[in-house]
């Protein structure tokens, strides 16, 4: 059974940082391209990172770029967001989400097959 | 890149259809055939429910359907059940390697 578990978030202050893990079950995390996307309270989901499993590149929704780094280890299947300036706005549940591809090879996902529970950040003074 | 545009909400009678649009641009839905659709129960983390816009994962029941034409994607609901109620986002892929979501649409069963 895939589970995908989110641990780390908490109340931070405005410019503050935080790191957010992933731990992985389930399935084979070296061939999945691994997803972070967040959800601020009562509002819709957005994108926020991707890390490729085929060429290791990493992708950043332009809200969090120079701000967020997306990091994995696979030998201990599991994925993190390291948060750094945080900003009032980036106050959300972050969830964990396998990438899936219904091609042989992609280099990012075609879709989000499993999410995590999801751990919420709040940036507030 | 601009949220995908889904209406409000949708509402239908049990056993009827609905059809939830999301409209994009030739960037993002226009351009790949890489749209999904997720449901998300209150307080819950979303299911895939429809991907590369027409192919249902297993376990989905194919009372769901999605279908694109042009910039605008959706999702049809037929025979509507009680337990379909709750929010529904669209997502697609986009330019230089990013992905869009929709605002988001609340189906209730009358």
């Known amino acids: 059974e895939v589970q995908l578990v989110e641990s780390g978030g908490g109340l931070v202050k405005p410019g503050g940082s935080l790191r957010l893990s992933c731990a992985a079950s389930g399935f084979s995390f070296t061939n999945y391209n691994m997803n972070w996307v967040r959800q601020a309270p009562g509002k819709g989901l957005e994108w926020v990172s991707s890390f490729s499993s085929n060429n290791g590149n990493r992708y950043y929704a332009d809200s969090v770029k120079g701000r967020f780094t997306i990091s994995r280890d696979n030998a201990k299947n599991s994925l993190y967001l390291q948060m750094n300036s945080l900003r009032d706005e980036d106050t959300a549940v972050y969830y964990c989400?396998?990438?899936?591809?219904?091609?042989?090879?992609?280099?990012?996902?075609?879709?989000?097959?499993?999410w995590g529970q999801g751990t919420l950040v709040t940036v507030s003074s | 890149q601009s949220a995908l545009t889904q209406p409000r909400s949708v509402s239908g009678s049990p056993g009827q259809s609905v059809t939830i649009s999301c409209t994009g641009t030739s960037n993002d839905v226009g351009a790949y055939n890489y749209v999904s659709w997720y449901q998300q129960h209150p307080g819950k983390a979303p299911k895939l429910m429809i991907y590369d816009v027409t192919k249902r994962p297993s376990g989905v029941p194919d009372r769901f359907s999605g279908s694109k034409s042009d910039n605008t994607a959706s999702l049809t609901i037929s025979g509507l059940q009680p337990e379909d109620e709750t929010d529904y986002y669209c997502c697609s892929y986009a330019a230089s390697h990013s992905y869009v979501f929709g605002t988001g649409t609340k189906v209730t069963v009358l």
């Open positions: 989400a396998r990438g899936g591809c219904s091609g042989g090879v992609c280099l990012l996902p075609d879709f989000f097959d499993y």
